[in-house]
Nanobody, 121 residues
């Protein structure tokens, strides 16, 4: 009964900011890994960032620009994206797994529906 429902996304000019949200349910029994992935046209699903037990990690491509966080109850996952570039254009997905974090998308059984982020130059 785990569900991840995303909101946010949209179009923004280069240098702008955007915040993505992922409302999670059914993640109360374990300290899950919560993560963000993205996928551009014709590209694989790439790991962006993750959060587990207060520890955050970032892909080199977004480090210093993106911030992953949760609310106090960890019911909602956020991705604050600053200094956006056209290379950030992709479909963004939140994901969860009931164990340690990893960067391979096939290790995550739970996924949000995805939200499009488009950055124009």
């Amino acid at each position: 009964q785990v569900q991840l429902v995303q909101s946010g996304g949209g179009s923004v000019q280069a240098g702008g900011s955007l915040r993505l949200s992922c409302a999670a349910s059914g993640l109360t029994k374990n300290r899950y890994c919560l993560a963000w992935f993205r996928q551009g046209p014709g590209m694989g699903r790439e790991w962006v960032s993750d959060f587990r037990r207060g520890v955050t990690r970032y892909a080199d491509s977004v480090k210093g620009r993106f911030t992953i966080s949760t609310d106090n109850a960890e019911n909602t996952l956020y991705l604050q994206m600053n200094s956006l570039t056209p290379e950030d254009t992709a479909m963004y997905y939140c994901a969860a797994r009931a164990d340690y974090c990893m960067t391979l998308s096939n290790g995550f059984p739970y996924w949000g529906q995805g939200t499009q982020v488009t950055v124009s130059s």
